[in-house]
């Protein structure tokens, strides 16, 4: 049996808003080790005003390693009037994670744990 | 003074049939290997009430595949909204896959509200009430994706009131030992 011991994991957000009122917000954090990757992402895009608005919040990310992968994204796109006023408000996010056929215990020289007669 | 709420006010917005709310949603799912299960459903209900237009719908889209020996499974599955002349629009849109050695799965799933306000007091409140009917959908949950090759799929489009449009275009397709691919749109304009 083959041990696959590469993990890597990557996320890309952006967000981008068009108006008189705007506000962005954007996160990106992935981690990955011996047996694991995962990425989580988030992006948050604002905008209000009497005039043309745009809004744009997008996340996508990668996990590799492992035999299993799997990926959520989530968006929600909220476009309304107040009063003189439009909001629109775009938020999108992402959580991507591969996993297994790796030793978790390789980082701490414990690469061939004994673990016989502890339990 | 407080303004009326605009659904009392004399309606100019499509009083002659003209659309004034444009929505198109569907998606598409495609599984590939030796058993493979595609699913979908798009379902879109309409209404125009001359002062206001309002279309509410969801799509889901699910693809299931297992493959033994060398061969990998794969799995996709996506949605998608358009609208034009909304004036209120809500879109929750989710998304999901997973890739093993031997089976792999995929899934989307959006709704939306879209209203299209076209009183002649674009900023005053709007009254919406709707009873909206029961639809059945396609259960992803009740395929077996451990036999066979499956696709199943369903399309409705639902407009009220007058000069309004309504069209669906749906396709399944299997293959045996090979994939299943479904795709489905509705569109109506109100």
Excluded: R
Excluded at chain 1, 72 to 84: E, F, I, N, R
Excluded at chain 1, 103 to 112: E, F, K, N
Excluded at chain 2, 88 to 115: K, N, P, R, Y
């Amino acid at each position: 049996m083959s041990t696959v011991s590469s993990f890597s994991a990557g996320l890309a957000s952006t967000a981008l808003a068009t108006g008189s009122h705007t506000t962005t917000f954007t996160a990106a954090k992935t981690a990955a080790w011996s047996g694991t990757a995962v990425a989580y992402g988030d992006a948050v895009a604002a905008a209000q005003g009497a005039g043309a608005l745009q809004t744009s919040a997008a996340t996508d990310g990668f996990a590799f390693g492992g035999n299993t992968y799997s990926a959520h994204s989530l968006t929600w796109s909220v476009d309304y009037p107040s009063g003189s006023l439009h909001t629109s408000v775009d938020v999108s996010v992402t959580v991507a994670a591969s996993y297994g056929q790796g030793d978790p215990l390789s980082g701490y020289g414990l690469t061939s744990p004994l673990v016989h007669g502890l339990f | 003074m407080p303004m009326p709420p605009s659904h009392t006010q004399p309606a100019h917005a499509a009083p002659g049939g003209t659309e004034s709310l444009v929505v198109a949603t569907g998606g598409s799912a495609t599984a590939g290997g030796t058993t493979t299960a595609a699913t979908g459903s798009v379902d879109v209900w309409a209404h125009h009430a001359g002062h206001a237009s309002i279309a509410i719908g969801d799509a889901s889209f699910q693809a299931e595949a297992g493959a033994t020996g060398s061969a990998t499974p794969t799995a996709a599955a996506t949605t998608f909204f358009n609208e034009s002349g909304a004036n209120v629009t809500v879109l929750l849109e989710s998304s999901g896959s997973t890739q093993g050695s031997t089976d792999a799965s995929a899934g989307s799933t959006l709704h939306f509200i879209a209203i299209a306000n076209g009183s002649s007091n674009p900023h005053g409140p709007v009254v919406i009430d709707v009873q909206l009917p029961f639809h059945s959908h396609p259960d992803a949950s009740a395929v077996d994706a451990s036999a066979g090759n499956y696709a199943q799929v369903a399309a409705t489009a639902d407009a009220h009131g007058t000069g309004t449009t309504a069209a669906t275009v749906s396709d399944a397709t299997t293959v045996e030992n090979q994939f299943s691919f479904v795709h489905a749109a509705s569109l109506v304009a109100v």
